[in-house]
């Protein structure tokens, strides 16, 4: 039973356009999510997150846009760079959960 | 400002050798401690987790096991590895709410 889901495995985006990542969830309960950013032989890092009760949450070239709706979060990066090309995974919880819950992940490659 | 610690960074075992990972966690207190391992090409699997001092919560079962002896302080073991065992492990730290964050990594290889 997956909860979260991104799927999409991979993207692949023209240096200097944006790049949209996707990321489903099926728990209504879920009031926290997260957008982390993974190098390989590395750790992930948090990058972005946004509370329920924001649809947007904005943070330099990064903007996470939340659709409660939906059960619909999505990463926007602009304009996109070569660094950014990494493994994304998003996560979610809720205020009870000791644990995030994370998708697959999404491998983002800038092309340049 | 917090820093989490694991080591070592790499690691190669032979088949049916034991395993220890550490991981340290400073500038924080009673942390949510957490075991992640990424298969080759996969995602993040969550292990073990604990809430405080000796309190472990199994996520997957499977011939590893886990400790948290202090409380900054979780350790990952195994007693005989399989090659199935083979990936990068993940120490996490977060507080009751919030942020997660993650160590650096041990690329673990069985043999």
């Known amino acids: 039973d997956q909860q979260v889901k991104q799927n999409s495995p991979s993207l692949s985006v023209q240096e200097g356009r944006i790049s949209i990542l996707n990321c489903d969830y099926t728990?209504?309960?879920?009031?926290?999510f997260l957008w982390y950013k993974k190098y390989p032989a590395e750790g992930p890092t948090f990058l972005i997150s946004?509370?329920?009760?924001?649809d947007k949450n904005e943070d330099g070239r990064f903007t996470v846009f939340l659709n409660k709706s939906a059960k619909h979060l999505s990463l926007h990066i602009v304009p996109s760079q070569p660094g950014d090309s990494a493994v994304y995974f998003c996560?979610?919880?809720?205020?009870?959960?000791?644990?995030?819950?994370f998708g697959q992940g999404t491998r983002l490659t800038i092309n340049p | 400002s917090q820093t989490i610690h694991q080591w070592p960074a790499t690691l190669v075992q032979p088949v049916g050798s034991p395993l220890s990972l550490e991981c340290t966690v400073e500038?924080?207190?009673?942390?949510?401690l957490y075991w992640y391992r990424q298969a080759a090409g996969r995602g993040l699997q969550l292990l073990f987790y604990?809430?405080?001092?000796?309190?472990i919560s199994s996520e997957v079962p499977q011939n590893l096991s886990a400790s948290r002896p202090q409380d900054r302080q979780f350790i990952l073991s195994s007693k005989k590895l399989l090659l199935s065992d083979s990936g990068f492990y993940l120490c996490?730290?977060?507080?009751?709410?919030?942020?997660?964050?993650f160590g650096p990594g041990t690329r673990l290889t069985v043999l």
């Open positions: 996490a730290w977060r507080p009751s709410y919030g942020e997660q964050f």
């Open positions: 500038g924080t207190s009673n942390p949510n």
């Open positions: 946004i509370s329920s009760i924001k």
């Open positions: 996560a979610a919880t809720d205020q009870g959960a000791q644990k995030l819950v």
């Open positions: 728990n209504s309960m879920f009031d926290y």
């Open positions: 604990s809430v405080g001092i000796g309190q």
